[in-house]
């Protein structure tokens, strides 16, 4: 099992770049199946999850082909099956995405249900009940959900709460339904734009995305297409964080600073400066740093992919801050690592985290307990005096791309490492 090895204390300082936004490329690559021409991708992020999602898109027959690190030209014409297995769902509950694709297309779709995952049950009410409403009957049987439609019908659809995945995943189905679909309550993160804008350039016709009515005039087919993802939020998020929390100086290149306002927002109020050029931030982390109060929501608020790493920021910020989660109830589960390594943090009712800054931490072994959450123990070990290890960097690799490379780039010490002995070997060239 690899894991990295850290040796924190260093100042990141210098410039990154920023790949394509893996959440908006789990719905695109999902999408580009919905006609029988090829369409081409670009920006994709090479990273486990898009990987898996690829191979599930492979194994119902579509063809994929790989045109470079990022580019991936797909062809939904000689799909053979409509029938996606738990094997990839447990891997990469975004799979699902499959089922608003595959319904649009046939009017029928069998995909695993996907379980809970480490930050929360995830429930799938509003997608099924965002399908039936198209005409669809929808049956969970098997551990498969299961729609069929004689014919799908535009409707009038109020989503009982802002989800991304239900948003998407109607979205897609409406897009090849007869007649107008209304999505209220519609979710408004860019990679519901993203998405939504994807399926305009196969000749969908959706307008609102972005705002919380979405607007569906169904068409009768889809198109290729050539398109480009946009950067990812969260892994620009990411490194703003660690900037921040090893009192840093770092431009992070090819984003969309609009996209990061709430998270540059918050670390100003901690006492960082940014700036923002076009298509970049930069992050001057300072010598003190001090507290806020982080509450997550639906975006344009503060999203709740970048609360553990903010978190970390906090464990070294001046004072008491408080970080509320209100999207996911189990996303806290690092806190009891981060204490590990010093930081003085109490969880209350499973969805506060009360944190007293300390003036610094110190490595340790901790568990990666999910992608963000080993997002944010990373920055902790960054920051913190000595050696760390990170257990468990198979949930980080789901969505970070060449992480320890790009961070390497900012003169940190980092290494992944598969054994004790590659870790002393670290020890010994760092000294
Ligand atoms: N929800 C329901 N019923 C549903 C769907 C969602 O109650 O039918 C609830 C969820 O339990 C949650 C809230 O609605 O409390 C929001 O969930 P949402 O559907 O927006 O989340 P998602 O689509 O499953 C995506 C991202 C997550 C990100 C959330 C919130 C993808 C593939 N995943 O998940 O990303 O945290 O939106 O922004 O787009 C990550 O990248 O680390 C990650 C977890």
Redesign the pocket.
């Known amino acids: 099992m690899e894991q990295y090895i850290i040796k924190g204390g260093i100042p990141l300082i210098g410039e990154v770049e920023i790949g394509g936004a893996?959440?908006a490329a789990?719905?695109i690559l999902a999408a580009a199946i919905m006609c029988d021409e090829p369409v081409y991708i670009e920006n994709v992020p090479n990273v486990r999850d898009t990987n898996v999602l690829l191979q599930a898109i492979t194994e119902i027959g579509a063809v994929v082909e790989r045109i470079g690190p990022h580019s991936v030209k797909i062809n939904g014409k000689k799909i053979n099956s409509i029938c996606v297995d738990y094997e990839f769902i447990k891997k990469i509950?975004?799979s699902y995405y499959l089922l608003g694709a595959l319904l649009g297309k046939y009017h029928q779709a069998e995909v695993a249900l996907p379980g809970g995952c480490n930050?929360?049950?995830?429930?799938?009410?509003?997608?099924k009940k965002g399908f039936e409403a198209l005409g669809a009957e929808v049956l969970i049987e098997s551990g498969m959900v299961k729609a069929n439609a004689k014919r799908l019908r535009g409707s009038h659809i109020y989503f009982d709460?802002?989800?991304?995945?239900?948003t998407i995943n109607v979205m897609m189905a409406a897009v090849l339904a007869e007649g107008d679909t209304i999505l209220e309550n519609a979710?408004k993160?860019p990679?519901v734009v993203d998405a939504a804008n994807f399926l305009n350039s196969m000749g969908a016709k959706i307008k609102g995305a972005g705002t919380d009515v979405i607007r569906i005039r169904g068409v009768k087919s889809l198109h290729g297409t050539e398109y480009s993802i946009i950067p990812d939020q969260?892994e620009a998020g990411t490194f703003m964080m660690a900037a921040a929390a090893t009192k840093g100086d770092v431009i992070v290149r090819n984003v969309i600073p609009k996209h990061l306002e709430a998270i540059s927002a918050k670390l100003i109020e901690t006492g960082c400066q940014i700036t923002e050029e076009d298509d970049a931030v930069r992050v001057f982390g300072q010598s003190n740093l001090y507290h806020t109060n982080i509450k997550t929501l639906?975006y344009p608020g503060f999203?709740?992919?970048m609360q553990p790493q903010m978190t970390a920021v906090l464990a070294l910020a001046r004072g008491t801050s408080i970080v509320t989660e209100t999207?996911?109830e189990n996303r806290f589960k690092y806190a009891g690592e981060l204490a590990r390594m010093g930081a003085d943090i109490k969880v209350e009712g499973g969805n506060t985290a009360i944190i007293n800054g300390v003036s610094r931490l110190t490595g340790a072994e901790v568990n990666a307990p999910d992608?963000?959450a080993g997002a944010a123990l990373v920055i902790a070990a960054l920051a913190a005096e000595g050696y760390s290890v990170i257990d468990d960097i198979v949930y980080i690799e789901r969505?970070y791309e060449d992480f320890e490379i790009k961070l390497n780039g900012l003169g940190a010490q980092i290494q992944k490492v598969k054994c004790e002995k590659d870790i002393q070997k670290f020890k010994l060239k760092i000294g």
């Open positions: 893996k959440n789990l719905a509950r975004a930050i929360g049950s995830r429930p799938i009410d509003q997608h709460l802002a989800t991304v995945g239900a979710a993160e990679h969260i639906p999203p709740t992919d999207i996911f992608l963000r969505g």
